[in-house]
């Protein structure tokens, strides 16, 4: 394991039964990811005494498709201080995407058609988007954290959270950690006044506290892999709406193609992260192997992309538009994949992840001077940030998974004479890269809708507010 704080960073192998672990902090984070990394930066910059603790040791590996749209950049901008492509005017710390692709948009292929629609021109979202191995991404917002003066330890798994009464969604008292290393058995107790859970998609700590992830509603199941390939540099991300195996057969699922930027490691083994995906609900299970499907999706591009072999082939669950039962307690609160926040229409989570964090470290002082600490300002906080968007994009990728809807509709979209601008206004929608305070005709049709999601949500379930928890 290792730990480390502030500009005089200190990587330091610990010896048996020492530990680095405080016994006692102001604002304990769970997990190192963007969310945990963001809030823990965020805290520190506050001026808040933080520790962030990871079970494993960075530079660590996240299943995903690395990409970041410009809603990412945004969130990234903001947390960096200035733009991500340059060190920080914050900490110093090396450009986070310095050296990485500039993305212009996305190409969307399938139905016999192709289309490339450049990131729509936003007041808030930069027309850029860009692409980064998780291992290295998640390293250097760690460091950042580390930079911004939290305190960071890796190597040790909480276990276990103790809590004032009978509640779960009241008081956190403490955490227990267990240590990861081999051999070492050694247990430790976190005693902390705030709690922030950023464990990511496998949230023990959150499900003891109550958040419960509705896998019935909308959610992914997906598998990426990297692909060496001479087009690396590609300025467009990807994706393959229409998926067919060696027999032309059409399967369930879409594909994507991330532009690595040039060699990621020297020898050419990460062109791209190359990946797929499908939609799946408890009444319309996803039948479908994606890791059989990635190496079919691979072979359907292989001669165009001239890629080798995909390699790192891993796969995971995406929950998805904050289908969770709860988020927070008195003093706690979830973020990021713990929190369900993952576009249903793209799979995107690293944005939400970075923003959820932000926004709480913002929240906390209001917190501090309400009975019910977090309790209820955190949901109503995510609802409205997110609560309209996430319900319209539920219900869309609902939809999607009734077979043959997409082939119906797919080749209008593609090949029909308004296809530039209707991929246009898809691709602005399902990246999310709409703001309440847009006037246009594309955004406000979108945010009535929403409205009007939400709506029905509330009319069908009146007892209960299916997202972000009750
Ligand atoms: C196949 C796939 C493709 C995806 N593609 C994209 C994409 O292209 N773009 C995008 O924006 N999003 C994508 N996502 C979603 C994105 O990966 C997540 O939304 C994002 O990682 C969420 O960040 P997080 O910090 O909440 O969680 P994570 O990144 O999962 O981090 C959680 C951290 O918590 C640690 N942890 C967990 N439990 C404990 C514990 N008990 N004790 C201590 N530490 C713990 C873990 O080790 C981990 O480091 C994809 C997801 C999948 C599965």
Redesign the pocket.
């Known amino acids: 394991m290792f730990l480390y704080r502030g500009a005089c960073r200190m990587r330091q192998w610990s010896a048996v039964n020492t530990t680095p672990l405080p016994s006692d902090c102001s604002l304990l984070v769970?997990?190192?990811?963007?969310?945990?990394?963001a809030v823990a930066a965020s805290a520190a910059l506050a001026g808040m005494d933080v520790t962030v603790?990871?079970?494993?040791e960075f530079p660590?590996d996240?299943?995903?498709?690395?990409?970041?749209?410009p809603r990412?950049v945004h969130a990234l901008t903001r947390l960096w201080g200035g733009d991500p492509g340059e060190p920080s005017p914050r900490t110093g710390s090396p450009g986070i995407l310095s050296g990485r692709p500039e993305i212009r948009g996305l190409a969307l292929h399938g139905f016999g058609g192709s289309v490339r629609t450049p990131w729509p021109d936003h007041p808030s979202f930069p027309p850029r988007g860009s692409?980064v191995p998780?291992t290295t991404l998640?390293a250097a917002l760690l460091d950042f954290a580390a930079a911004c003066g939290a305190w960071v330890v890796t190597g040790?798994?909480?276990?276990d959270v103790s809590h004032v009464g009978a509640s779960t969604a009241g008081t956190v008292d403490s955490v227990t950690?267990r240590s990861t290393e081999r051999d070492r058995k050694e247990t430790c107790t976190v005693r902390c006044d705030t709690l922030v859970l950023?464990?990511?998609?496998?949230?023990?700590?959150a499900r003891l506290l109550g958040v419960r992830w509705l896998r019935g509603l909308v959610h992914?199941v997906?598998?990426?892999s990297y692909c060496p390939t001479p087009y690396g540099d590609e300025p467009w991300i990807h994706s393959h709406l229409e998926l067919r195996d060696a027999e032309g057969v059409a399967q369930p699922g879409y594909g994507?193609i991330?532009p690595l930027g040039p060699e990621e490691d020297g020898e050419g083994t990460r062109g791209v992260?190359l990946?797929c995906?499908a939609l799946s609900t408890s009444r319309r299970p996803a039948k479908v192997n994606v890791k059989k499907l990635l190496g079919e999706y691979a072979d359907l591009v292989r001669g165009e992309w001239e890629l080798g072999e995909p390699r790192e082939i891993?796969?995971?669950?995406?929950p998805m538009g904050g289908a969770v039962t709860r988020v927070s307690g008195v003093n706690w609160a979830a973020?990021?994949?713990?929190a369900a926040?993952?576009n249903p229409l793209?799979?995107?989570?690293?944005?939400?992840?970075l923003e959820s964090a932000q926004d709480l470290v913002e929240l906390l002082p209001d917190a501090a001077a309400s009975p019910d600490g977090l309790r209820h300002i955190w949901p109503a906080h995510l609802r409205r940030q997110y609560g309209d968007a996430f319900s319209l994009a539920r219900r869309l990728s609902t939809l999607l998974t009734m077979p043959g809807l997409l082939s119906a509709v797919g080749p209008l979209g593609m090949r029909g004479p308004l296809s530039d601008r209707m991929m246009a206004a898809a691709t602005r929608l399902m990246g999310n890269l709409v703001t309440p305070a847009d006037r246009d005709l594309t955004a406000r049709v979108w945010l009535a809708a929403g409205r009007l999601s939400v709506g029905h949500d509330r009319y069908r379930h009146p007892d209960s507010r299916p997202l972000f928890g009750v």
């Open positions: 769970i997990g190192g990811g963007p969310a945990g990394s603790v990871d079970m494993q660590r996240k299943t995903c498709g690395d990409g970041l749209t990412a692409a998780r998640d040790w798994k909480a276990v950690f950023a464990e990511g998609v496998r949230s023990g700590v992914g997906a598998a990426r994507w991330f992260n990946g995906g891993t796969s995971a669950l995406l973020v990021g994949d713990t926040l993952v793209n799979g995107e989570g690293i944005d939400y992840a």
